[in-house]
């Protein structure tokens, strides 16, 4: 084989929780040059993905199939051939119900290596999350994994209920059932299993959106009827199941069950991410803004060339922080040419990007907005013999410039990063329209301006109908308002903490 050929990672993504991929799957993510993902995936590790890895959506869903599974293999064995490293992300675990072992021999065929990487699968982790044990010493001493998808394929062997329904003292696990499951439970019935033997149907496994109801095997179509559960789902039947009611832990935090949309860039949202998981809240992240460095050479030249002793360094935003240190460090390299600099943020959220580089500013202004940082700074200092280098991206407008070249400063503006429209991984918009949010946060106007950019008119009136819309500031709710929504929760303290913080007052009151 040649060595520019690249190697396959068949790797599993978890259940749900992106929190339950394996580390070694998860370096292998981040490392590959390319990622074939399926609708089950959570969208969280595709998000947060370098912009140089390859996306390519294969998504399936119960009863239709987006791309054939011949066109997947043969994708497969393109990119590999290109030299790239793929990795083929799939729900749960690639060798359970995940044709894991299918693509792989069609890889060996084909000439290209591979790797398995396995996963949590989704009856363990579904089963664990709603205080289920697989296996128990009282209760299970086996567990069997059964699918309830009618196969198409008659060369798939069947499932033998008959046999199952007659074994006892372990659990059965059924996977893609919920259209099945009147068939799968009256042959099971008519075999010989106990009506009455504890059952459960599991929505959503290990999301915070996930839905658990209990109780008979007789009465677990009524379950799926009555409380209108969808696909993905599995069901649960045996004694163990009965430890439910003792072991159920899942389901705590003051934003449980609800599904909040995050529009901030995926490079700087891994934190809030996790912070609203840590609240309960089913993250959908889905940045509609990104950034990326511009590096002005003609500033830099002039920066080392600045001769007036009353020096400021002026930053309004976390990503000027972000860009100008990168830069810094790179231009310059010694951190102590900061000390002739003070320097001016523009808020909370700034300040502490600033404080991770062991920065700390010398103004904040009262009011967090750029108005209010220029009014400010003209009535408290005397700029006539004052160097200001004013970090911006190219969206910032000219309002702090203005005032204090008027003031007498001599502004050298300094661009180091560029803001844009991204476009959605594949199959993410789909997602979104099927399952719409119940608050959107807006962290800053352009997201408001991004949201509206990648949305038809349609499709954004669906998404935002009946979303609580929150706001970071005044600034930002202007925008939004702009776009014809109505702001329902404003920061007081304009910061993503701050942000979250109302958020969960908001669903505390």
Same mark, same amino acid.
């Given at each position: 084989?040649?060595?520019?050929?690249?190697?396959?990672?068949?790797?599993?993504?978890?259940?749900?929780?992106?929190?339950?991929?394996?580390?070694?799957?998860?370096?292998?993510?981040?490392?590959?040059?390319?990622?074939?993902?399926?609708?089950?995936?959570?969208?969280?590790?595709?998000?947060?993905?370098?912009?140089?890895?390859?996306?390519?959506?294969?998504?399936?869903?119960?009863?239709?199939?987006?791309?054939?599974?011949?066109?997947?293999?043969?994708?497969?064995?393109?990119?590999?051939?290109?030299?790239?490293?793929?990795?083929?992300?799939?729900?749960?675990?690639?060798?359970?119900?995940?044709?894991?072992?299918?693509?792989?021999?069609?890889?060996?065929?084909?000439?290209?290596?591979?790797?398995?990487?396995?996963?949590?699968?989704?009856?363990?982790?579904?089963?664990?999350?709603?205080?289920?044990?697989?296996?128990?010493?009282?209760?299970?001493?086996?567990?069997?994994?059964?699918?309830?998808?009618?196969?198409?394929?008659?060369?798939?062997?069947?499932?033998?209920?008959?046999?199952?329904?007659?074994?006892?003292?372990?659990?059965?696990?059924?996977?893609?059932?919920?259209?099945?499951?009147?068939?799968?439970?009256?042959?099971?019935?008519?075999?010989?299993?106990?009506?009455?033997?504890?059952?459960?149907?599991?929505?959503?496994?290990?999301?915070?959106?996930?839905?658990?109801?209990?109780?008979?095997?007789?009465?677990?179509?009524?379950?799926?009827?009555?409380?209108?559960?969808?696909?993905?789902?599995?069901?649960?039947?045996?004694?163990?199941?009965?430890?439910?009611?003792?072991?159920?832990?899942?389901?705590?935090?003051?934003?449980?069950?609800?599904?909040?949309?995050?529009?901030?860039?995926?490079?700087?949202?891994?934190?809030?991410?996790?912070? =609203?998981?840590?609240? &309960? /809240?089913? +993250? #959908? @992240?889905?940045?509609?803004?990104? %950034?990326?460095?511009?590096?002005?050479?003609?500033?830099?030249?002039?920066?080392?060339?600045?001769?007036?002793?009353?020096?400021?360094?002026?930053?309004?935003?976390?990503?000027?922080?972000?860009?100008?240190?990168?830069?810094?460090?790179?231009?310059?390299?010694?951190?102590?040419?900061?000390?002739?600099?003070?320097?001016?943020?523009?808020?909370?959220?700034?300040?502490?990007?600033?404080?991770?580089?062991?920065?700390?500013?010398?103004?904040?202004?009262?009011?967090?907005?750029?108005?209010?940082?220029?009014?400010?700074?003209?009535?408290?200092?005397?700029?006539?013999?004052?160097?200001?280098?004013?970090?911006?991206?190219?969206?910032?407008?000219?309002?702090?410039?203005?005032? =204090?070249?008027?003031? &007498? /400063?001599? +502004? #050298? @503006?300094?661009?180091?990063?560029? %803001?844009?429209?991204?476009?959605?991984?594949?199959?993410?918009?789909?997602?979104?329209?099927?399952?719409?949010?119940?608050?959107?946060?807006?962290?800053?106007?352009?997201?408001?301006?991004?949201?509206?950019?990648?949305?038809?008119?349609?499709?954004?009136?669906?998404?935002?109908?009946?979303?609580?819309?929150?706001?970071?500031?005044?600034?930002?709710?202007?925008?939004?308002?702009?776009?014809?929504?109505?702001?329902?929760?404003?920061?007081?303290?304009?910061?993503?903490?701050?942000?979250?913080?109302?958020?969960?007052?908001?669903?505390?009151?």
């Amino acid at each position: 084989m040649s060595k520019s050929t690249g190697t396959v990672y068949l790797i599993g993504a978890g259940p749900g929780d992106p929190e339950l991929i394996t580390l070694r799957g998860m370096r292998l993510l981040k490392e590959c040059d390319a990622v074939i993902y399926d609708h089950l995936v959570p969208d969280e590790l595709v998000t947060l993905l370098p912009r140089r890895v390859e996306k390519h959506y294969v998504g399936k869903l119960a009863g239709s199939h987006l791309i054939p599974q011949s066109e997947i293999n043969d994708l497969m064995v393109k990119l590999a051939r290109d030299g790239k490293n793929v990795a083929r992300l799939k729900g749960a675990d690639p060798l359970v119900f995940g044709r894991g072992g299918e693509e792989a021999r069609y890889l060996r065929e084909h000439g290209i290596e591979f790797e398995f990487v396995p996963g949590v699968t989704a009856a363990v982790g579904a089963a664990a999350y709603a205080g289920i044990p697989c296996t128990d010493r009282t209760k299970a001493s086996f567990v069997v994994f059964a699918t309830g998808h009618k196969a198409v394929d008659s060369s798939r062997p069947p499932v033998p209920w008959e046999q199952l329904a007659k074994l006892e003292g372990g659990t059965l696990s059924v996977y893609m059932g919920v259209g099945e499951i009147q068939g799968i439970v009256e042959r099971l019935l008519t075999s010989g299993m106990p009506p009455d033997t504890h059952a459960a149907v599991i929505e959503r496994g290990t999301h915070p959106t996930q839905r658990c109801f209990v109780g008979t095997v007789a009465t677990l179509p009524d379950l799926v009827n009555d409380n209108d559960v969808k696909p993905p789902a599995l069901f649960m039947v045996g004694e163990a199941v009965g430890l439910h009611t003792e072991l159920d832990w899942f389901g705590e935090g003051p934003l449980h069950g609800l599904r909040i949309l995050v529009l901030r860039p995926s490079d700087q949202a891994g934190e809030l991410y996790q912070t =609203l998981r840590d609240h &309960g /809240a089913e +993250v #959908m @992240p889905y940045p509609s803004i990104a %950034t990326e460095q511009v590096v002005d050479e003609k500033a830099w030249s002039a920066w080392r060339k600045i001769d007036r002793a009353d020096r400021w360094l002026i930053l309004t935003s976390e990503n000027g922080v972000r860009y100008f240190m990168r830069q810094f460090a790179d231009r310059i390299g010694d951190i102590r040419q900061l000390s002739a600099f003070k320097i001016a943020a523009i808020g909370f959220g700034t300040a502490r990007a600033l404080k991770k580089h062991h920065l700390v500013p010398d103004f904040v202004p009262n009011v967090s907005t750029v108005k209010g940082l220029a009014t400010e700074l003209v009535e408290k200092y005397d700029w006539s013999h004052a160097t200001v280098v004013r970090v911006q991206g190219n969206l910032s407008d000219s309002t702090v410039p203005d005032a =204090l070249s008027k003031a &007498g /400063a001599k +502004v #050298m @503006p300094m661009e180091v990063y560029r %803001t844009y429209f991204p476009e959605w991984p594949v199959g993410f918009k789909r997602k979104l329209l099927q399952t719409p949010p119940n608050a959107i946060l807006f962290s800053s106007g352009s997201t408001a301006e991004g949201l509206r950019a990648l949305l038809s008119d349609e499709e954004f009136t669906k998404v935002t109908a009946h979303a609580q819309i929150v706001s970071i500031g005044p600034s930002t709710t202007r925008v939004i308002e702009s776009h014809g929504l109505k702001v329902t929760i404003q920061a007081r303290r304009h910061s993503v903490p701050g942000l979250v913080q109302e958020l969960v007052e908001f669903y505390q009151s």
